[in-house]
């Protein structure tokens, strides 16, 4: 099968590489579709995130969703010719993480693309049949595999508990930000602002519908959150842009009593933040890591047309083509890029 293998910082070899055995409770999954994270970016540019170092030949992309050609001996629900979308992070099941369902904080959770496992640049996954989401008919294989990172968006809105009538500030937009502002919406949140310093991201977002874009590259962000709620301050402030300056920013655009959740990961582990204005004004801040039991959920916002992701994709590439393709996904302008099997 052919399979996208990153042996060096910025170098991919194509491989001809033997079909995947399949597990009693695997399927065998022909993919159709995979996003280009900014994770598979860093990696391909990189070679490493943090302490996650690319030791020896990886198999990228973990957005992704194709065609079930081949079940396991003990599989239940699913069948060939089943259209799926695959969650890319298989925990244990076992710990107490898993046990709690919080099973994206399993320390033995095998996620693809992250070394050392393998991703889904390849023509087939065996994949366990549990963490393998049945698309249904109106839901195409690229929301399929944006599920991912909508995923995301879902696990930040819940941990910002947003609700309705909320109003949620985001920093950042990129695909992770604006998948926050799709689940804010989703959620109930009535006003949705987004802030980024690429004029062209903002643009974009404004697009989309949300109500107030702001360049903080020159605007100021406490005083233009102000004047959008009156000087209360945003109920919801998402962080989805690892920038420090932006981190820091986040309680000037918090109200009172209102929620910071963090998901951009900064370069830096540790960033100045202004514990006493935390204290003084109340204000909860939650981390939000990656995410659990949201596909069904995402699936759902999918098939119901609440949520649009498929407007995020700026060009979809072949496997063969994957060198152009993060070249492209690398340019400051572009949201999101998808390798695409059925352009072969
Ligand atoms: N916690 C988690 O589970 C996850 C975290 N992430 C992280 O979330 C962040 C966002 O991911 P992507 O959208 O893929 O990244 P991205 O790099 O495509 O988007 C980030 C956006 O932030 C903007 N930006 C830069 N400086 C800014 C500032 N000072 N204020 C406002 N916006 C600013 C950029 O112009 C860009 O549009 C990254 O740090 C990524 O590593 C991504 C996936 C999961
Ligand atoms: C941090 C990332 O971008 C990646 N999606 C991951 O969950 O590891």
Redesign the pocket.
């Known amino acids: 099968m052919r399979t996208a293998v990153l042996v060096e910082p910025m170098e991919f070899e194509l491989q001809d590489r033997g079909r995947p055995t399949l597990g009693p409770d695997e399927v065998l999954v022909a993919i159709r579709d995979v996003g280009i994270?900014?994770?598979d970016v860093?990696y391909y540019e990189h070679g490493r995130?943090g302490d996650y170092v690319v030791e020896d030949p990886l198999v990228l992309g973990h957005e992704s969703a194709g065609d079930v050609v081949e079940v396991g001996d003990d599989v239940t629900g699913l069948e060939a010719g089943d259209r799926v979308a695959l969650e890319p992070g298989v925990p244990c099941r076992r710990c107490a993480h898993c046990k709690r369902g919080e099973y994206?904080l399993c320390e033995s959770v095998e996620f693809m693309a992250t070394p050392p496992h393998d991703g889904a640049f390849a023509e087939y996954v065996a994949w366990p049949a549990d963490f393998a989401y049945k698309l249904p008919e109106t839901v195409s294989t690229v929301e399929g595999a944006l599920c991912e990172?909508l995923s995301?968006g879902i696990?930040?809105a819940r941990r910002g508990d947003v609700g309705t009538g909320d109003t949620v500030l985001v920093?950042?937009?990129?695909?992770?930000?604006?998948?926050v502002a799709e689940a804010a919406r989703a959620a109930g949140a009535t006003d949705v602002i987004i802030?980024?310093?690429?004029p062209e991201?903002l643009e974009f977002a404004r697009a989309r519908g949300v109500d107030r874009a702001i360049n903080?590259?020159g605007t100021d962000?406490e005083t233009a959150v102000d004047e959008y709620t009156d000087g209360v301050g945003a109920d919801v402030v998402v962080?989805?842009?690892?920038?420090?300056?932006?981190i820091r920013?986040t309680l000037d655009g918090v109200c009172r009593g209102g929620t910071v959740v963090?998901?951009?990961?900064?370069d830096e582990a540790e960033v100045p933040f202004d514990v006493l204005e935390v204290i003084d004004n109340e204000i909860d801040v939650h981390?939000?890591?990656?995410?659990a039991n949201t596909y069904s959920a995402a699936i759902d916002l999918l098939a119901d047309g609440v949520v649009d992701v498929e407007g995020m994709v700026d060009f979809r590439s072949s496997l063969e083509n994957v060198d152009d393709a993060f070249g492209r996904a690398m340019e400051?302008t572009?949201?999101k890029g998808i390798i695409s099997f059925d352009d072969d």
């Open positions: 994270c900014g994770s860093h995130i994206h990172p995301v696990h930040a920093t950042g937009a990129g695909p992770i930000g604006l998948m802030t980024d310093i690429v991201k903080v590259a962000l962080e989805a842009s690892g920038a420090e300056p932006s920013s963090l998901v951009g990961l900064s981390g939000s890591f990656r995410y400051p572009v949201i």
